[in-house]
């Protein structure tokens, strides 16, 4: 396969679409729904779909497609899954990039954006999060409601894009799907649901802005899902999210915030979380 390097001044459709093209070619037509897995969930990726050569999936590199940007985050793999749940064709990506790693926010949301191309009409983002709300501890699953983007930016920031997704304006009134939580409830009964905040990172927030996002409504803080959210509304897919709590926010527990719980939080709880994944898709 042809890697194409994204330069800045690029469209980001041009990429999107040609990643697009090769993820049809490798799935054998277009894709039902798109997984991103978050910091430590790489242990789920084997119960959500099987890879190949002998599991009948295909594990691509990001390097291997046009325009993804390679990880640099430990727990992020690079790679992308094509396999079936079921009769859906799904592209189950273990790993996804960051604004705090120097990219743009269209290089944030290549892989969701490209997979929505690809055909996904569901996007199912996964994320660590720090738990503000103390009804959340670490090891609870939490799906996300709804979001704030504290980020400071948007993945539709810039020229207009090409038809037909010209119109930027996208109502994110419900940005996280009532139907596709209710179907998390069905295989997980008594998940509950918070506001995700997201911010640039990568440094963690000190203990004054958790008691300033507590203020502002939100249970959940994090790195990343908002902006693949809103690239993957623009272009109509159906977006659920789900947030392991890895740690206590900043103030709110008794121990450094360190990545390597993050990782190990998201290790103990890969199956667990591959499972829930997993019934959601097979519900679809």
Known sequence: ???????????????????????????GGPLDAAVVLGSGWGDALDVIGSGGPDGGGKDVLFADL?????????????????TTVG?????????????????????????????????????????????????NGV?????????????????????????????RFVDLTEAYSARLRSLAKEVEPGLGEGVYAALHGPNYETPAEIAMLRTLGADL????????????????????????????????GDTPLDHTEVLAAGGDAGE??????????ERL
């Open 1 to 27: 396969m042809r890697r194409m390097d994204q330069s800045s001044d690029a469209d980001p459709f041009t990429y999107a679409r040609a990643a697009a093209a090769e993820l049809q070619s490798l799935a």
């Open 66 to 82: 046009p325009g993804f940007p390679a990880p640099t985050v430990g727990g992020h793999g690079g790679m992308v899954r094509l």
């Open 87 to 135: 009769q859906r064709r799904v592209a189950l990506f273990a790993g996804r990039v960051h604004l705090y790693e120097g990219h743009g926010a269209d290089r944030v949301v290549h892989g969701v954006r490209s997979a929505v191309l690809a055909g996904a009409s569901t996007v199912l983002l996964t994320n660590a999060a720090g738990s503000i709300n103390p009804a």
């Open 139 to 167: 090891g609870a699953a939490v799906l996300v409601r709804d979001h704030l983007n504290l980020t400071g930016t948007s993945p539709l920031i810039g020229p207009t894009p090409p038809e037909p997704h010209s119109v």
């Open 221 to 252: 803080v994090g790195m990343s899902t908002a902006l693949e959210t809103i690239a993957a509304r623009h272009l109509g897919a159906e977006v659920g999210a789900i947030s392991l709590v890895t740690n206590l926010a900043a103030g709110l």
């Open 272 to 281: 667990r979380m591959g499972r829930l994944l997993r019934g959601v898709l």
